[in-house]
């Protein structure tokens, strides 16, 4: 009964590879998101989509492209990859509802990718 | 813009009381609080809405001083449970993004 699951849970790659990280939400939430968490910790915003519409894109490079297949998943593809990219990675979801847009964020168990 | 978090980390004993303060150079609409223990997901605390509501969750409580654009997180008689990171995250606006502070390292020892 997860909430929000993320697959893999842990990705070692090389340097100019191209990786997916997988999300998807049983919550029947509309907002999903993506956030990058920094080895000091620094959760940093990196993109929303509401019912499979993109609502937030952060300054990211053009290497990282999500994709929302319906509301209940959004994946996350990454081109070429470069050592910086190397973080954990959390999707989250989260029900903004009428006249009540300020709803918690849901988050999944993280991706933690290491670019070698 | 990223909210400011103070102290950077706090070392406490079972029992004892702790501040956790996030300021915003920006207006804020509402501010989230955030719990993450190491390996894990963060966890959702509580949000607190512009008005200077104020909230409790068990033991942690929060404040939002609007005027100030500044929220504090209260927790009182610390579990060896409530070590972890504490994060908290603004809004601008109702359907704003939510920006996270640079969290807030507790530590609760017997």
């Known amino acids: 009964d997860t909430a929000v699951s993320q697959t893999p849970k842990y990705l070692v790659t090389q340097m100019g590879n191209d990786k997916s990280i997988k999300c998807e939400q049983n919550?029947?939430?509309?907002?999903m998101y993506w956030y990058k968490q920094d080895s000091k910790k620094f959760l940093k915003i990196m993109f929303s989509y509401n019912n499979k519409e993109l609502i937030i894109n952060e300054t990211v490079p053009n290497r990282f492209s999500p994709k929302s297949p319906d509301k209940a998943h959004l994946n996350l593809h990454i081109n070429s990859l470069e050592l910086g990219d190397s973080a954990v990675y959390f999707c989250?979801?989260?029900?903004?509802?009428?006249?009540?847009?300020?709803?918690?964020?849901?988050f999944g168990n993280g991706t933690r990718l290491t670019v070698t | 813009q990223q909210p400011v978090q103070s102290p950077q980390a706090v070392i406490l004993r079972e029992g004892e009381d702790a501040v956790i303060n996030c300021s915003s150079s920006?207006?804020?609409?509402?501010v989230h609080w955030y719990r993450q223990k190491h390996g894990e997901a963060p966890v959702f605390l509580m949000i607190?809405?512009?008005?200077?509501e104020q909230k409790g969750h068990e033991k942690i409580s929060a404040s939002f001083n609007e005027k100030k654009q500044q929220s504090s997180l209260y927790l009182t008689a610390s579990q060896l449970s409530y070590s972890g990171t504490y994060f908290c995250?603004?809004?601008?606006?109702?359907?704003?993004?939510?920006?996270f502070g640079q969290g807030t390292i507790l530590t609760v020892h017997p």
């Open positions: 920006k207006a804020l609409y509402s």
């Open positions: 607190l809405l512009k008005g200077g």
């Open positions: 995250g603004t809004r601008g606006t109702s359907y704003g993004k939510l920006t």
């Open positions: 989250a979801s989260s029900q903004p509802l009428r006249g009540q847009p300020h709803s918690p964020l849901h």
């Open positions: 919550l029947g939430h509309d907002t």
